[in-house]
Every structure is written in C-alpha cells, then in structure tokens.
C-alpha cells in the first residue's frame, strides 16, 4: 500500500466544518450574539476574573443549552426559584461562562462591562442581519396576538443605534417606515408593528429550522393565520414632512389651500401648521 505524500492537501479540512467561535455570519452566532447583547451581562472580577451571564425564563432553557453547545469553552447552565416583584416563585435559568479568551471575544464584538442598555449597537462589520435581529427580539421583543386578536411584533429597547437600525431593517422587509423615538414615561424605544407588517416580518425573522425561543417561534408561525377581515380598511402609508412642503404650508397660511397643493388632509396640514406655529415643530431653513 502506497503511503500518502504529506505534502498533498487533505481530502477533508476538518477545520472548515467547524465555524469559528462567535463568527458572526454564521447565523446560530449572530442569533446568539443579539441575544446576549440585549439580555446578558458581561462582569468584571478581581483581576482577569469576570463572567458573562444571561438570566432567563426556566421554560426557555433549551436556548441556554444551545448557547452551552455553541461555545467550545467550559460553560455552565444552572436553575433557582426565587421571590421576585413579579411573583412569589420566579423559577429561572442562568448561563455562565467565565473563560477570559471567550469573553474578551464577546467584548471587543460589542457588549460592553457593566451597563449596557444604551450604549450596545449592531455588529460594524458583516453579519447575518435577520438572525442578529431575531435574537434581539427574542431578548427584549413580544411577538404573537393583541387583545384584540391582530397579530403584533414588538420591541423594546434603550439603545438609539439598535432601536434605528430595526426601523431601517423591517422598512426594507415590509416598506414601511417607523421613527424612533423614546417615550415619555420610561425614556425608551417601543417599536411595534401589527397585522400584515408583523406577518412579514416574523415570517422573515422566523424562518423554517431557525435557532429561536420555542414558544416565540410558534407564535411566529401562528400569526401567520390571520387573514384581515373584508372590512377591515387598509391604512395608507405615512408621508413624512419635508421642509419644502412646511415652507409651501407657511407660505400658503391656508389649510385648505395647502391641502389641494400638497395632495393631503386638510386636517393634516391644519395640524402641522399649528405645530409650526407654537414651536412644537421647528421651522424650515431658508
């Protein structure tokens, strides 16, 4: 039997099976990623001691354990049942992974020690966008049926860079556009879209064999049932304010007359006029 000439290449590069840890385009790292940017942490210690935690729901541990699978170092995921704000036995579940090679990693990718709420932001760098974003909203999103039964997907966040990026993200999914914009009681980003925008977008996001909470995933696939009623009436996309049309408002002083120039309500442009007016929206330039 002929020996094999080491220098000829190998049949099989082994190492090309097996992506990189935290290889953001692969789509199970940037799901795990936007996880943990929204709901991990990332603490220091004494010295090079310090440890990246994400605390979550017992029900969904399987995504813990996914996390356990995913990350060639030594990781731990452990249960407690305790009294919380919110319930006399909160039964949860909490990954912990110390080794300092994997959390500078996690570090220098972009969540930060300590607090991060408002500073965290998208990857600068090539990513797997739907599956980075799915893991966001599994973190700090709500997906599924209002009271009302109109199928909703929702996302709450402090951070401005994130809270953009979904609006720019879902308007190329679905066209429409939302601005961010923080409320006024709790100082965060609430962005939620309903019926056929939420159906798009789920669908996108929550795609079949896709690394995902269990129970978002099936809501993901439940939503898609609803069919809008005969009468219920589609709402027009929104047109935004350019300057050119509060300068043409200004000049005209006329709601009814700027609605026939502008092609809008003439309560909208009544509306905006006021607003200008009061300082509630700031003048055009000249």
């Known amino acids: 039997?002929?020996?094999?000439?080491?220098?000829?290449?190998?049949l099989f590069d082994m190492s090309?099976?097996?992506?990189?840890?935290?290889?953001?385009?692969?789509?199970?790292?940037?799901?795990?990623?936007?996880?943990?940017q929204a709901d991990g942490h990332?603490?220091?210690?004494?010295g090079q001691k310090g440890k990246l935690t994400a605390e979550i729901?017992?029900?969904?541990?399987?995504?813990?354990?996914?996390?356990?699978?995913?990350?060639p170092y030594y990781s731990s995921v452990t249960e407690r049942v305790r009294a919380t704000n919110f319930a006399e036995q909160a039964h949860s579940a909490t990954w912990t992974l110390c080794a300092l090679e994997a959390r500078t990693i996690i570090n220098e990718l972009g969540i930060p020690y300590g607090k991060k709420s408002r500073v965290i932001r998208p990857p600068r760098f090539d990513f797997s966008r739907p599956d980075y974003l799915r893991g966001v909203i599994d973190a700090d999103g709500s997906l599924?049926?209002?009271?009302?039964?109109?199928?909703?997907?929702?996302?709450?966040?402090?951070?401005?860079?994130l809270a953009a990026y979904l609006c720019h993200y879902a308007k190329k999914v679905t066209g429409t556009e939302r601005i961010a914009r923080r409320n006024a009681r709790d100082q965060v980003y609430v962005?939620?879209?309903?019926?056929?925008?939420?159906q798009q977008l789920a669908e996108h996001l929550y795609y079949p064999g896709c690394l995902a909470l269990d129970h978002k995933k099936a809501n993901a696939?439940?939503?898609?049932?609803w069919v809008r009623p005969a009468d219920m009436r589609f709402a027009p996309p929104r047109r935004r304010w350019t300057e050119t049309d509060d300068r043409e408002l200004l000049r005209l002083n006329d709601p009814a007359a700027a609605a026939i120039a502008l092609d809008r309500t003439e309560q909208s442009c009544s509306m905006r006029l006021w607003r200008l007016r009061t300082g509630q929206t700031p003048s055009p330039t000249r």
């Open 1 to 10: 039997m002929a020996e094999q000439d080491p220098s000829a290449p190998a």
């Open 16 to 36: 090309a099976l097996t992506p990189t840890f935290m290889d953001l385009q692969t789509p199970e790292y940037a799901y795990m990623f936007g996880f943990l």
């Open 42 to 46: 990332l603490a220091r210690g004494t």
């Open 57 to 71: 729901n017992a029900r969904d541990i399987h995504i813990l354990r996914e996390f356990q699978r995913l990350t």
């Open 144 to 161: 599924g049926w209002t009271a009302e039964g109109i199928p909703f997907l929702s996302f709450t966040s402090a951070s401005t860079a």
């Open 191 to 198: 962005i939620t879209y309903h019926k056929e925008r939420a």
């Open 221 to 225: 696939a439940s939503i898609q049932t």
